[in-house]
T-cell receptor
Framework: GAVVSQHPSWVICKSGTSVKIECRSL??????MFWYRQFPKQSLMLMAT?????????EQGVEKDKFLINHASLTLSTLTVTSAHPEDSSFYIC?????????????FGPGTRLTVL | DQQVKQNSPSLSVQEGRISILNCDYT??????FLWYKKYPAEGPTFLIS?????DKNEDGRFTVFLNKSAKHLSLHIVPSQPGDSAVYFC??????????FGEGTQLTVNP
């Protein structure tokens, strides 16, 4: 099946620093990538949707200046958490979809655990 | 507000028996539903889906049932196997690409 990787798998950073998380589709071209975050014992919450070559669409309540998303190629999207604070500590998961239909399968990465001290 | 709810955080069943995982939703615009399975340290993997024009979809040991009037769906796994032990998420979408997930149910299948 299709494989999506994320790097790093975990990161610890100091408050005020920026952290970049990469999401790659390894064996297919992803026209659309999604970024989610998950707090303990809660569901995955969609943060933003990005299509290759265009600006990301952010969900209500997600600060676009804080969570910068770049989808520069069909196999790579990055999420940069700028000026991270302890409340940004969470599990961030990306997914990638090859087709443009909403019924096309989203393939998920393994997630990145971010801890902000 | 939580538009997709999985009220049982955990479920334990015996190997060979049926596992039934439940999911309720509130948004009547949802018309496509999915189940994902997640092992520790891995991302969710797609399991099975159902469109609102159907009330049942079957794939091997996995069957999803949809009751639109009750805004309820369920995933049946039969027979259950120890390798099925994982967290199961239901998800729903309306006309857009956005998936709304439930909180997940930890299934444990005991040998």
């Amino acid at each position: 099946g299709a494989v999506v990787s994320q790097h790093p798998s975990w990161v610890i950073c100091k408050s005020g620093t920026s952290v970049k998380i990469e999401c790659r589709s390894l064996d297919f071209q992803a026209t659309t990538m999604f970024w989610y975050r998950q707090f303990p014992k809660q569901s995955l919450m969609l943060m933003a949707t990005s299509n290759e070559g265009s600006k990301a669409t952010y969900e209500q309540g997600v600060e676009k200046d804080k969570f910068l998303i770049n989808h520069a190629s069909l196999t790579l999207s990055t999420l940069t958490v700028t000026s991270a604070h302890p409340e940004d500590s969470s599990f961030y998961i990306c997914s990638a979809r090859e087709g443009r239909q909403r019924t096309d399968t989203q393939y998920f990465g393994p997630g990145t655990r971010l801890t902000v001290l | 507000d939580q538009q997709v709810k999985q009220n049982s955080p955990s479920l334990s069943v015996q190997e060979g028996r049926i596992s039934i995982l439940n999911c309720d939703y509130t948004n009547s615009m949802f018309d496509y539903f999915l189940w994902y399975k997640k092992y520790p340290a891995e991302g969710p993997t797609f399991l099975i889906s159902i469109s609102s024009i159907k009330d049942k979809n079957e794939d091997g040991r996995f069957t999803v049932f949809l009751n639109k009037s009750a805004k309820h769906l369920s995933l049946h796994i039969v027979p259950s196997q120890p390798g099925d032990s994982a967290v199961y998420f239901c998800a729903a979408s309306d006309r857009g690409s956005r998936l709304t997930f439930g909180e997940g149910t930890q299934l444990t299948v005991n040998p």
